[in-house]
């Protein structure tokens, strides 16, 4: 276990977390070997993680049915699923949060992405969810929409552990960060603790590359200097946001002026990990963004990927001049990232609140309503 690459992303302090639950993943003591063999220290889920696990198998079936008979909406037994999973995981993770003291071993639960526009109905809803967990290990998943903003900076204010999803833009991050911290001030000016607020910000990763890829590809089939720009950068874009969103974060985080307040930093988290492009490795998206302070959440089949062949070394500041050149360049060939990061957002809502749906319909079936 030593020669585990997975291991290894410790020492260069990466924090790995699983982008998966499911019961038996939990009741059959597999989880807890990952966080002893693998050294995974935290877990995120989502409507699509719940959907797979739910429609997908017959784990919950008894479950369903029972509280169906109790006269329970799918609603109502959708929370009850999610909550229990999300405390179980939680309670296996407990020993290593504190441990790490407050740093690692979460667990995080979306808010409904209905919720996504609606400031007051996420703020609500986020208050909720962290009474109903009541565990301190959990994260609550709100989305980086405008409306998400003042939320992010409500609930941070009240103690509630924030995850940010859905970030893809680097002046959105900005603005998350603002967010934060702002919440963190108001806090403070209560009178009120700060020391085990926790917040993540999940920059979501091979979605980009996946739109912007065919765009670079149409320019790679011309000739002459668009045609080599599109070549150079072709399948860099994510990893380049990446690397100047975690030169932000240090500006951000990284000075007397955010130590003074003694509150711990919100961490970046790379998030859509897996390689939606068969031609790229599958751990392309750890490989290139291994640094301090940062986390990975990647999903099962990426864990194993990387648990057979990661080369870990710290490789999050290398190339960050080149990273910053790429995305000044992009609209010589006529990229608009600001767009595209935009309809990225958008999109992800979109895909989340389908996903739900799709698990309320699977609920429905299995519960016979």
């Not at 063999?37 to 198998?57: C, H, Q, V, W």
């Not at 710290?314 to 990273?323: K, P």
Request: net charge negative.
């Amino acid at each position: 276990m030593n020669n585990n690459p997975l291991k290894k992303l410790e020492s260069l302090g990466q924090s790995i977390w699983l982008d998966y639950i499911r019961r038996d993943l939990i009741t059959s003591g597999e989880l807890q070997k990952l966080i002893d063999e693998d050294g995974l220290r935290g877990m995120t889920s989502n409507p699509a993680i719940f959907e797979k696990a739910i429609a997908e198998s017959n784990l919950y079936d008894d479950e369903i049915k029972k509280m169906a008979l109790d006269g329970k909406d799918v609603n109502t037994i959708y929370e009850a699923i999610s909550q229990k999973d999300v405390q179980s995981a939680a309670d296996v993770f407990r020993p290593l949060y504190e441990k790490t003291d407050g740093k690692d071993g979460y667990v995080s639960l979306e808010v409904n992405p209905n919720l996504a526009h609606d400031t007051l109905g996420t703020i609500e809803e986020g208050r909720r969810l962290w009474i109903a967990l009541n565990r301190p290990n959990v994260l609550i998943k709100v989305p980086a929409t405008d409306e998400g903003l003042p939320a992010i900076r409500q609930l941070i204010s009240e103690g509630i552990n924030v995850n940010v999803t859905l970030l893809f833009a680097l002046p959105r991050y900005k603005e998350v960060a603002e967010a934060f911290i702002a919440g963190i001030t108001d806090r403070i000016n209560q009178g009120k603790p700060i020391n085990n607020i926790a917040s993540v910000a999940s920059f979501f990763l091979s979605r980009i590359d996946a739109v912007i890829d065919p765009k670079e590809a149409d320019f790679i089939a011309s000739e002459g200097e668009q045609g080599h720009f599109a070549t150079k950068i072709r399948g860099q874009v994510a990893i380049s946001s990446a690397k100047i969103a975690y030169k932000i974060y240090k500006e951000i985080f990284d000075n007397e002026q955010f130590r003074k307040l003694g509150a711990s930093p919100q961490r970046l988290l790379w998030a859509s990990t897996s390689s939606k492009n068969p031609k790229y490795s599958d751990v392309k998206y750890i490989e290139a963004l291994i640094g301090p302070n940062t986390v990975n959440t990647i999903p099962l089949k990426t864990l194993e990927a990387y648990r057979d062949h990661g080369d870990p070394a710290d490789t999050l500041e290398v190339d960050v001049e080149q990273a910053s050149w790429i995305l000044s360049e992009l609209t010589e060939i006529g990229i608009d990232l600001k767009s595209i990061t935009e309809e990225l957002k958008n999109d992800g809502v979109a895909k989340f609140i389908e996903a739900f749906d799709k698990l309320m319909e699977a609920l429905k079936n299995k519960s016979g309503k």
